[in-house]
């Protein structure tokens, strides 16, 4: 059971990056899936989460409008599609696997990847 992020890298202000998690092990399209991130000294938070079927997103407010998550139940797969990136996007990004309860709620689980750095600088 296990989850694999890539995707990651540098980019200038402005740029695009597509992250990409793939799950193994257990039944992809049971669980909601989201996105995290984190920065040295501060706590990891949600960027996005996706619903099981994929029907139902919510975003943190600083990323709407730039960033899409997506899923592929087929290929058990979700993406995180960062568009007009900005500086203080840079951080570690991480897949979990947890419980999407509505656009309002999600709930963490136990399963994440290793992370992928995401940088943004000129």
């Known amino acids: 059971v296990q989850l694999v992020e890539s995707g990651g890298g540098l980019v200038q202000p402005g740029g695009s990056l597509r992250l990409s998690c793939a799950g193994s092990?257990?039944?992809?399209?049971?669980?909601?899936m989201s996105w995290y991130r984190q920065v040295p000294g501060k706590a990891r938070e949600l960027v996005a989460g996706?619903?099981?079927?994929?029907?139902?997103?919510k975003y943190l407010e600083s990323v709407k409008g730039r960033f899409t998550i997506s899923r592929d139940n087929a290929k058990n797969t979700v993406l995180l599609q960062m568009n007009s990136l900005k500086p203080e996007d840079t951080a570690v990004y991480y897949c979990?696997?947890?419980?999407?309860?509505?656009?309002?709620?999600?709930?963490?689980?136990?399963?994440w990847g290793q992370g992928t750095q995401v940088t943004v600088s000129s």
């Open positions: 092990g257990f039944t992809f399209s049971s669980y909601g």
């Open positions: 996706i619903s099981n079927d994929g029907g139902s997103t």
């Open positions: 979990n696997r947890g419980i999407y309860k509505s656009s309002y709620y999600y709930e963490p689980g136990d399963l």
